[in-house]
C-alpha cells in the first residue's frame, strides 16, 4: 500500500515563530488532507489538498502531486497550534481501499 | 447532527468481554470509516461503508472484529472476546460522497481500555 513519511517528527518553537511541515507520498493520491490533533484527541480539518494551494488565516498548504509531497505552513505560531499535524492520504492503486492511509505524525510544541 | 458523533466516549472493559462501539455520522454522508488509534501512532483504517454495505473490510485485525450499518446511517464497531492488545482509541469518520477523492470528518473517538 501507500507510505506517507512525515518530518520532522518532533518541532519545539517559541510563541510567534513560523514553521514548515512536510509529507512525503510514495504513490499518486486523490485524496490528501491534514489534520490537528488536539490535546483531547479530537482530529480537526484543516485542509483537503489533493493538489494546488490553499490558506486559511495563518496556515496554508501546498500539495505538488507530481513530485509526490505536501507542505503545511504555520506562521506566527500560538500555544494553541500545539499539538499532533497529522496528513493523510488515498491512492489511485489502493486496490479499492478508500480509507485514509496516515503518516506518523509531527509532534508540534509552541512555548509562550 | 452537526458533526460525526461517538459513544461511549471511554469504555473500560475486561479482558474476554464482548464491547460495542457506536457512531453516528454527519446527516446525510453516504460513506462511514472505522480507525483505531494506538498511542504514538497514526490513525489506521479498518472497515469502510458505502451506505448499508462494507465496501472495504480489509483493515479488520482478525475475525473478533465486525461492523454494522444496517439502516445506512449509524454503524456499530462490535468487538469480541476483547484482548488487551485492542486497547486503543476507536475513531469514526464520514465523508458527503462515495470515493476516494472526498473529504473525510472524525468524531472525538471512543477511547476503550482492556484490563
Redesign the interface.
Known sequence: GIQVEQSPPDLILQEGANSTLRCNFSDSV??L?W?HQNP????I?LF?I?SGTKQNGRLSATTVATERYSLLYISSSQTTDSGVY?C?V?G?S?G??????????THLIIQP | GAGVSQTPSNKVTEKGKYVELRCDPISGHT?L?W?RQSLG??????I?FQGTGA??D??LPNDRFFAVRPEGSVSTLKIQRTERGDSA?Y?C?SSSQ?????????G??T?LTVV
Not at chain 2, 501512532?41 to 479498518?46: A, I, N, R
Not at chain 2, 462515495?98 to 472524525?106: I, P
Open positions: 486523490n485524496n488532507q489534520f483531547w484527541g479530537q482530529l480539518n483537503y489533493p497529522f493523510a488515498v489511485y489502493g479499492g481501499a478508500d480509507g485514509l492511509t496516515f503518516g506518523k505524525g | 460513506a470509516y480507525y501512532q497514526g490513525p489506521e483504517f479498518l469502510y465496501a472495504d480489509s483493515g482509541v475513531l469518520a462515495v470515493g476516494a477523492g472526498t473529504e473525510a470528518f472524525f472525538q473517538g477511547r
